[in-house]
């Protein structure tokens, strides 16, 4: 069945760091990719996604790109703000309609 | 307008009560979920309807029943709750069953005592 592995956290930044959470998944066909972000106390809300191979999805300065090759879908944002602290879902969508698959999530601190 | 919204926020009962959940979106949408978070965060889905119709019906205990009573509405009985069924029990929905994004409730706290 489908799959997401995700980079194990806690994650813990200074301010203005560069971020990266590794995501890969097993899928057959053509999955949708996306990633989730929890806030304390909240639900889920997406951050991002890709639909096909090679595209890429970008939202409030973190970016992710499709890499079929990789079977890869990483997390990235060149400066983390302290208020980016929260949990990471790295999520697919596949053939099996109406099913997402989730990673265990990674959870981001940043401090001042 | 909230978009999602489930009631209680949170639920402290005993083990072999039961309770319900209840969730509803505004958003028109034709598909909605129930997932479970564990302590660790981790998060798995258990149910989804389609139009009232139930989709997906993952591993779970026949102790927990959903409902559909229309598009909008989407339940989540216990019978005989246990400790192990302490949680945060999210609601989702998404226009169809595809590749669409699910937009999730803020999830209900509950705590078996």
């Known amino acids: 069945g489908d799959s997401v592995t995700q980079m194990e956290g806690p994650v813990t930044l200074s301010e203005e760091a560069f971020l990266t959470i590794n995501c890969t998944y097993t899928a057959t066909g053509y999955p949708s990719l996306f990633w989730y972000v929890q806030y304390p106390g909240e639900g889920l809300q997406l951050l991002l996604k890709?639909?096909?191979?090679?595209d890429k999805g970008s939202n409030k300065g973190f970016e992710a790109t499709y890499r079929k090759e990789t079977t890869s879908f990483h997390l990235e944002k060149g400066s983390v703000q302290v208020s980016d602290s929260a949990v990471y879902f790295c999520a697919l969508t596949g053939t099996n309609a109406g099913k997402s698959t989730f990673g265990d999530g990674t959870t981001l601190t940043v401090k001042p | 307008d909230t978009a999602v919204s489930q009631t209680p926020k949170y639920l402290v009962t005993q083990m072999g009560n039961d309770k319900s959940i209840k969730c509803e979106q505004n958003?028109?949408?034709?598909?909605m979920y129930w997932y479970k978070q564990d302590s660790k965060k981790f998060l798995k889905i258990m149910f989804s309807y389609n139009n009232k119709e139930l989709i997906i019906n993952e591993t779970v205990p026949n102790r927990f029943s959903p409902k559909s009573p229309d598009k909008a509405h989407l339940n989540l009985h216990i019978n005989s709750l246990e400790l192990g069924d302490s949680a945060v029990y999210f609601c989702a929905s998404s226009q169809g069953t595809g590749v669409e994004t699910q937009y999730f409730g803020p999830g209900t706290r509950l705590l078996v005592l």
């Open positions: 890709a639909t096909k191979a090679d």
């Open positions: 958003l028109g949408h034709d598909t």
